[in-house]
């Protein structure tokens, strides 16, 4: 059976978590490492000024006291004998998609088993409601699960997987849409005086591109998106090379 090791950012006992658990079970040998309570976005932040407390809950499923990169850094130097098949974070509760892939601790988890060059996923559930089904999600990544595991990803690239609620049963390969939210702050003053500020979003809806991961899960399709380690630009690095002369002069001067 191959060997998948499962994280989110809501925390251990979230129910997206729990999905993926019972939907993958039967097919896979699970390793549970997430978080202990929610470390929504945390991106692919770690804990380097305090201690990491990890405790074991059951034969395969530990709960650590950090952000979801400190779990996965310590199930693959720590709590794992060998490296999983498989590596998938989720399912998430709410949408990841344009600029929020930053800013996700679903996403930054994935990026660290990417990093340690195992293929991964980062799984969410694209809904602004209330009352989430985290069902379909999960029977989507049984599914995906293996096709992965058989073909592999290319080195440094991990999906970023958005289902949205209701799924019409359409699946779209997506690039990242742009930026995708309007950031609002909300003021306000404590009991003490303290000024404070809510930050809050409003969702942008013009201007969509038809290729793009809002796009699909707006139709009611499953959006995967292939997302690359290596941020380097080539185009701007050969076009702006040519600045190193000027700049070399420039300094010595």
């Not at 559930?125 to 069902?135: E, I, L, N």
């Not at 809806?205 to 997302?227: F, H, M, Y």
Request: with cysteine.
């Amino acid at each position: 059976m191959p060997h998948i090791l499962l994280t989110n950012d809501d925390g251990i006992q979230a129910p997206g978590l729990r999905a993926l658990v019972e939907a993958l079970r039967e097919s896979a040998i699970i390793t549970v490492v997430a978080p202990s309570h929610e470390r929504s976005a945390a991106a692919q932040s770690l804990t380097l000024r305090q201690p990491i407390y990890c405790d074991q809950l059951s034969e395969h499923e530990y709960a650590v006291e950090g952000t979801p990169a400190d779990a996965m850094i310590l199930a693959f130097h720590t709590l794992l004998k060998a490296k999983p098949d498989l590596v998938i974070s989720g399912v998430n509760r709410g949408g990841n998609l344009g600029e929020n892939v930053y800013y996700s601790g679903t996403v930054g988890a994935a990026m660290e088993g990417a990093l340690n060059r195992v293929p991964s996923i980062a799984i969410s559930v694209a809904y602004r409601g209330k009352d989430f089904d985290f069902q379909p999600a999960a029977n989507f990544a049984r599914v995906l699960a293996p096709l992965i595991i058989e073909q592999g990803l290319p080195d440094g690239v991990l999906l970023n997987v958005n289902v949205p609620q209701p799924w019409n049963g359409t699946v779209r390969f997506t690039r990242q849409s742009s930026k995708i939210t309007r950031n609002l702050l909300q003021p306000g003053t404590d009991p003490r005086g303290r000024r404070y500020y809510w930050l809050h979003e409003q969702q942008i809806t013009e201007g969509i591109g038809a290729d793009t991961d809002q796009a699909a899960v707006r139709d009611g399709a499953i959006s995967i998106t292939p997302l690359t380690l290596d941020h380097t630009d080539t185009a701007s690095l050969n076009h702006l090379s040519h600045w190193a002369r000027f700049l070399e002069t420039a300094a010595k001067s």
